[in-house]
């Protein structure tokens, strides 16, 4: 059984920095492609960032390109979001996703295989 475990959530003022992590159990998750997302109270819940199971590439929600930065480690099954400058608005749960298939990781990520169960985010200011 596969399990997303998020970690790293917290209450930051604007301007601080957060590193969130999701570890994968159950799986080897090399060639997946991950992302984050975000739900804020009385929000659609959106797309933040993804990182290619193939090649490593990245993509950004516009809100937070220069700011967020989404990486791997495939030695640790884990894949971060390092948050940085942070601002009120990025107060949300933040969910990391997974997608085993093979194919355009900017297409397969807006349909996950595999959600984690969030971990709370709040920027005060």
């Known amino acids: 059984q596969v399990q997303l475990v998020e970690s790293g959530g917290g209450l930051v003022q604007a301007g601080g920095s957060l590193r969130l992590s999701c570890a994968v159990a159950g799986r080897t998750f090399r060639n997946w492609h991950m992302g984050w997302f975000r739900q804020a109270p009385g929000k659609e819940r959106e797309f933040v960032a993804t990182?290619?199971?193939?090649?490593?590439?990245?993509y950004y929600a516009d809100s937070v390109k220069g700011r967020f930065t989404i990486s791997r480690d495939n030695a640790k099954n884990t894949v971060y979001l390092q948050m940085n400058s942070l601002k009120p608005e990025d107060s949300a749960v933040y969910y990391c996703v997974a997608n085993s298939r093979i194919g355009d990781y900017l297409v397969l990520i807006s349909s996950p295989d595999y959600w984690g169960q969030g971990t709370q985010v709040t920027v005060s200011s």
């Open positions: 990182i290619s199971g193939s090649d490593g590439d990245t």
